[in-house]
C-alpha cells in the first residue's frame, strides 16, 4: 500500500520540539513532504541555524517514520532556516518575513524543450554567452541532474569552492558563473537518483550557492514537463521561459506540452527558437536543405500566440565549438548560427521588456494538488 502524505503528518505530530513543547506540525516546521515508494522526503524549518538541534530532530523524524510507517522507508530530510518563525521576545513586534530566493537576480529565464535531443543545452549556453558578451552580468545553472552538459560545453571540470557559510562559490568563465551537478561528481559516474533527490538538488542550486548580484541567470532545464520543472517554478519567480525546439513534427508536438505548462502556472513564454532550421553546405551558400522540416515552429507559435525568436541553422562549427568547451557565439560569431542565435538572445530581451511592462515583476507558484 502506498505511502501517503497525511500518515507522514501524524507520525511527525509525535515529535515534540525538545524547547517549544509542542509537535512539529503544529509548529509548522514541517514542509515540502515528496513521496515516492518508500522514499520520504521533507523540509524541516528551523528558525535559527542550530545543528545539535536540527540533528536531534532529524534523528527523532526518523525514528516515528521507521516505528509508525515503514521500517525500511528511506528518509531525506532538508533542513531549512525560516527567520520568520523565530520566537518572539519580550517587547518586539515582529512582521511577516518570507524567504527571499536568488535576491541579487534581476531576471530569471528557463530554457526548456518538450524533449530531448533538440539542442536546448546549447541554445542555454549560447543565450547566455551572447548576454555576457554584450555586458550583462551573468548566471547559468545547469538543472539537467541527470544529464548535465554544461561542463563539456566550457571545457570545466573543477570541483566549486566552499565558502565559511558552506555555500558553493560558482566557477567563472567568459564572464558567466556556472553551477552544474558536472562539477561535483565524476564525469563517468551515473546519477541513479529518485525524482525528490534530484529536485532537492536543484532547491539547493538556488538556495546555497553564490550567485551574487546578476542581470540575468539562465536556467537549463531538462526536458519535459516533470518534477524539476514544478521545483522551479514554485521556488523562484522565473522571468520567462524560452522554449526550443526543432521543426519535425515530433518535437513540435512537445512543445505544445512545454507551453502548455508555462502557461498553467503563470510563466510567460517569451518565445520559440527552432533549432536545427535548415542546412546550407558551405560550397553551395545559395541552398537551403530543410532536413527537419520547414517553418514547423512558425506555425505552431502563431497557433500557440507566443513569438518566434530565431530560427539557427544546423552548422558543423556550433558542433564543434561546443565540444572544444566554447560556444559558438564567442568561438566565432560571424557563423550564420551564432548570428541567429545572437539575434534570437536580443529578441528574447525584447519581450522580455514588454512582458515586465504589460504584468510586472511575476511570482513564485503556489502548486496545490488534489489527493
Not at 167 to 188: A, C, R, T
Not at 221 to 248: E, K, M, R
Not at 260 to 267: G, I
Not at 349 to 368: H, P, Y
Request: hydrophobic content about 40%; proline content about 6%.
Amino acid at each position: 500500500m502506498a505511502i501517503q502524505k497525511e500518515q507522514i503528518k501524524t507520525a511527525l505530530a509525535h515529535v515534540l520540539h525538545p524547547e517549544e513543547k509542542q509537535d512539529l506540525v503544529s509548529l509548522n516546521m514541517i514542509q515540502d513532504i515528496i513521496v515516492q515508494d518508500k522514499y520520504i522526503s521533507f523540509t524541516l524549518e528551523m528558525p535559527e541555524k542550530n545543528e545539535a538541534l536540527a540533528q536531534h530532530i532529524q534523528l527523532k523524524c526518523e525514528e516515528v517514520i521507521h516505528n509508525f510507517i515503514d521500517k525500511d522507508a528511506v528518509v531525506d530530510i532538508q533542513v531549512g532556516i525560516n527567520v520568520s518563525k523565530r520566537k518572539q521576545q519580550p517587547g518586539q513586534t515582529t512582521q511577516p518575513q518570507q524567504q527571499n530566493i536568488l535576491p541579487g537576480v534581476k531576471h530569471i529565464i528557463a530554457v526548456a524543450s518538450g524533449k530531448g535531443g533538440v539542442g536546448k543545452s546549447t541554445v542555454a549556453v549560447n543565450i547566455a554567452s551572447a548576454l555576457a558578451k554584450n555586458g550583462a552580468s551573468v548566471g547559468l545553472m545547469d538543472t539537467d541532474i541527470y544529464g548535465p552538459s554544461i561542463p563539456t560545453m566550457f571545457n570545466i571540470f573543477d570541483r566549486p569552492n566552499i565558502t565559511t557559510q558552506k555555500k558553493l562559490i560558482p566557477i567563472e568563465k567568459h564572464g558567466i558563473k556556472m553551477v552544474s551537478m558536472g562539477f561535483l561528481v565524476d564525469v563517468n559516474q551515473a546519477m541513479v537518483w529518485r525524482g525528490p533527490m534530484a529536485t532537492s538538488a536543484v532547491k539547493q542550486f538556488m538556495t546555497e550557492v553564490e550567485w551574487g548580484e546578476l542581470d540575468y541567470l539562465i536556467m537549463d532545464l531538462p526536458p519535459g514537463t516533470g518534477d524539476i520543472q514544478l521545483t522551479i517554478v514554485q521556488t523562484v519567480p522565473l522571468s520567462g521561459a524560452v522554449i526550443v525546439s526543432t521543426p519535425q513534427t515530433v518535437a513540435l508536438d512537445d512543445v505544445r506540452k512545454g507551453v502548455a505548462m508555462f502557461q498553467k502556472v503563470n510563466v510567460p513564454v517569451l518565445g520559440v527558437i527552432e533549432n536545427m532550421a535548415y542546412f546550407t553546405p558551405p560550397d553551395m551558400p545559395e541552398k537551403k536543405y530543410h532536413i527537419f522540416g520547414e517553418g514547423g515552429a512558425k506555425h505552431l507559435a502563431q497557433e500557440l500566440n507566443v513569438p518566434v525568436l530565431g530560427e539557427v541553422p544546423l552548422e558543423q562549427p556550433v558542433r564543434e565549438a561546443g565540444d572544444n568547451g566554447t560556444p559558438i557565439v564567442l568561438a566565432d560569431d560571424a557563423t550564420p548560427a551564432a548570428q541567429a542565435l545572437i539575434q534570437a538572445t536580443e529578441a528574447m530581451k525584447q519581450q522580455l521588456e514588454l512582458r515586465a511592462e504589460e504584468i510586472g515583476n511575476t511570482q513564485k507558484v503556489e502548486i496545490k494538488f488534489r489527493p
